[in-house]
């Protein structure tokens, strides 16, 4: 069944989020905290080492019951250290069991909304679990220390302002043995202290991300081969139009298994699905070229997941 009501076509478009210039999409993680959810899409092309690195810590959920342990107001929030521990003597806060140290994939800057990898100073290759969100531009800083720290993410849609909250809560001295001297915490009236924690880690392998008015892909384009390309939105009424990036082509080796087809002789390009926010993918997305001078594409048709 094809969905043409309006509604759809406007969250089509009105799922927004700022954008580095990078158009492989990836499978995207959605993390579930006591603050409110947030989703983060894996560079796994870019950076395989460190996504797989990552996916190894959430399929042995590492991460699940893990708190933010580290607040640097303006700079970053950290998480990925250590986890919430319940017994029947209670709950405690232990450090989360690391797997062997990974190579440095240092290839992308440290833009605001980008997740990177916390490491060991003065040892480019020695990040394991712990991780960051980067809640400013640091790129002039990050990107030239210790080799470069690897961004293998970027928080999507309107992940932001959770993270923003998370980095404008009140600080607590929580543990200074274990070195969590700045945790961020909801509440912390002397007598109760709660952590900013994650419940649940939700993963989506989808062909492309709606963000920022682009969509991002990967595409077997026939005779052009096989491409990363990235579309931007130039008109939303009365069609819903967009328009080649030419600067964002990137020719790759391999298509993934639900990349998107375009063919030259019909002029149409079939995405088979298309995430557009936290909880929504669309599926079937079918366009067609209009304009070959400056490569638009004109929305035809699209399904809603079930």
């Excluded at 450090?95 to 440290?110: A, D, G, R």
């Excluded at 994650?198 to 081969?225: C, E, M, P």
């Excluded at 990235?230 to 993934?256: G, H």
Aim: aromatic share 10%; hydrophobic share 40%; with cysteine.
């Amino acid at each position: 069944m094809y969905f043409t009501q309006p509604y759809l076509r406007t969250i089509f478009f009105v799922s927004l989020f700022s954008l580095s210039p990078l158009t492989q999409a990836n499978s995207v993680a959605c993390f579930n905290t006591n603050i409110g959810n947030f989703c983060i899409e894996l560079f796994e092309t870019q950076t395989p080492i460190t996504t797989a690195n990552f996916y190894s810590y959430i399929n042995n959920e590492a991460f699940t019951n893990g708190i933010f342990h580290r607040s640097e107001p303006d700079f970053v929030i950290q998480a990925g250290g250590f986890k919430v521990i319940s017994n029947t003597e209670g709950t405690s806060l232990a450090p989360v069991e690391t797997l062997t140290p990974i190579v440095n994939e240092f290839k992308i800057s440290n833009t605001r909304g980008t997740v990177a990898m916390a490491k060991v100073s003065g040892n480019p290759d020695s990040a394991t679990s712990q991780w960051f969100v980067n809640l400013a531009d640091n790129s002039a800083n990050l990107d030239n220390q210790n080799g470069g720290f690897t961004v293998f993410g970027r928080v999507l849609f309107d992940g932001m302002n959770v993270i923003d909250t998370i980095g404008n809560l009140p600080l607590t001295n929580l543990d200074p043995k274990q070195g969590l001297t700045k945790v961020p915490t909801i509440s912390a009236d002397g007598t109760q202290i709660v952590p900013v924690m994650i419940s649940a880690i939700h993963i989506t392998n989808t062909s492309g991300v709606f963000s920022d008015n682009t969509l991002n892909f990967a595409v077997d384009a026939g005779s052009a081969g096989l491409l990363d390309v990235s579309l931007r939105l130039i008109e939303d009424s009365p069609n819903i139009v967009f328009e080649l990036n030419p600067s964002s082509i990137t020719p790759i080796q391999a298509l993934p298994e639900n990349g998107a087809t375009y063919s030259s002789l019909e002029g149409t390009l079939i995405i088979p699905s298309v995430m557009i926010d936290s909880t929504t993918v669309v599926t079937n997305v079918l366009m067609e070229l209009t304009d070959a001078n400056s490569f638009q594409f004109t929305l035809i048709s699209m399904e809603q997941a079930n």
